[in-house]
C-alpha cells in the first residue's frame, strides 16, 4: 500500500516536470523566433542607416560643389561662372 502511494507521488511529480518542460519549451522557442525578427529588424535598420549614410555624403558633396561655384564666381575667377548644374553632375 505504501509503495502504491509513493508511485502515484512519483507519477504526480513526473507531470508536474513535464508540463514545466513543455512550457519552458515553447517559451524558447518563441524567444528564438523573437531573437530572429529583432535580427531581422536590425539588418533592415543598417541597411537604411548605410543608404542614409550614402545620401548624405552625396547632398555634403553638391552642396560643397555649389559653395565652391558660388565664392569662385564671388571672387571673379574665371570668365564665366560655372553652370551649378554641371559641378554637381546634373
Do not use: C, F
Not at 44 to 65: F, N
Request: glycine fraction near 8%.
Amino acid at each position: 500500500m505504501e509503495h502504491n502511494q509513493d508511485l502515484i507521488r512519483l507519477a504526480g511529480v513526473v507531470e508536474e516536470l513535464l508540463g514545466s518542460y513543455n512550457q519552458l519549451k515553447q517559451e524558447k522557442n518563441d524567444l528564438i523566433r523573437t531573437i530572429g525578427e529583432r535580427d531581422k529588424n536590425i539588418s533592415e535598420l543598417q541597411a537604411v542607416i548605410a543608404k542614409m549614410k550614402e545620401e548624405k555624403a552625396d547632398v555634403s558633396q553638391r552642396v560643397s560643389g555649389i559653395l565652391a561655384a558660388l565664392e569662385n564666381w564671388e571672387q571673379g575667377h574665371g570668365d564665366e561662372p560655372e553652370k551649378l548644374s554641371e559641378i554637381n553632375g546634373q
